[in-house]
């Protein structure tokens, strides 16, 4: 049983929907997670109730406004039917949303997990209001086409051995770029994992050892500088 709830937000003309779960104290620093190309399913809602059990207010939005993916087809499917002018401005509500709830004197964070993750570092690159990025195993990681906003800024990303780890090109070219924009980055391997291996509803890639690890890494990262006053 979850300790969060699925939430309605946006105006009447841009509904939105996401998962919302909040802290044992009702409030504290806000946080983004992203899903998967799968949807908003039980890994990413696991997520988030996980994160806010240590003391942060999280929201999941539901990018995919309802749907789930069954299979890897499904999965493809809905992530290409996914336009980014549309994800821009879902997760730029989801921010805005986050801040009515959250502690309005911390910053604000955002984790994605594979297409996510991808997400995740794009948003950065996007929107002011993200200090402190996480990636966990991102297809992507480069997808953003100006890197200026994360000077100031701190991110981390998981890469997976399976990827291509830290040396894939994607994820090499936004190392680079975050650094070179005046960004703190810090990045992870994890040998002999394959993509998705944080995902406990995929047991043919789960690595709970590994997943163990990016929660520590992301967790302590997060209390570092997600809680920082802005």
Known sequence: MGMGEHVRYGTAEQRRFGYLSLPPAGIGPGL???????????????????????????????????????????????SLGLAMDQAAAE??????????????????????????????????????????????????ASMARRWDKYADKVAMIHAAEGDGGSTAPGVAEAVASIATAGGKVEVYDYPGTHHAFCNEEQPEFFDPDAAELVWSRTIEFFDRYARMPV
Do not use: N
Not at 53 to 61: E, K, M
Not at 62 to 70: E, F, I, P, S
Not at 101 to 122: E, K, V, Y
């Open 32 to 78: 983004i997670v992203l899903q998967e190309w799968w949807g908003l399913v039980g890994h990413i809602t696991a997520a988030a109730d996980r994160l806010a059990a240590t003391g942060y207010v999280v929201l999941a939005p539901d990018l995919y406004r309802g749907a789930v993916a069954a299979d890897d087809d499904a999965a493809r499917k809905l």
């Open 91 to 140: 997760i730029a509500d989801a921010v805005a949303f986050l801040g009515t709830h959250a502690d309005r004197g911390a910053g604000t964070g955002i984790l994605g997990f594979g297409m996510g993750g991808s997400l995740a570092l794009w948003s950065g690159a996007l929107l002011d209001e993200l200090g402190a990025v996480v990636a966990c195993y991102p297809p992507r």
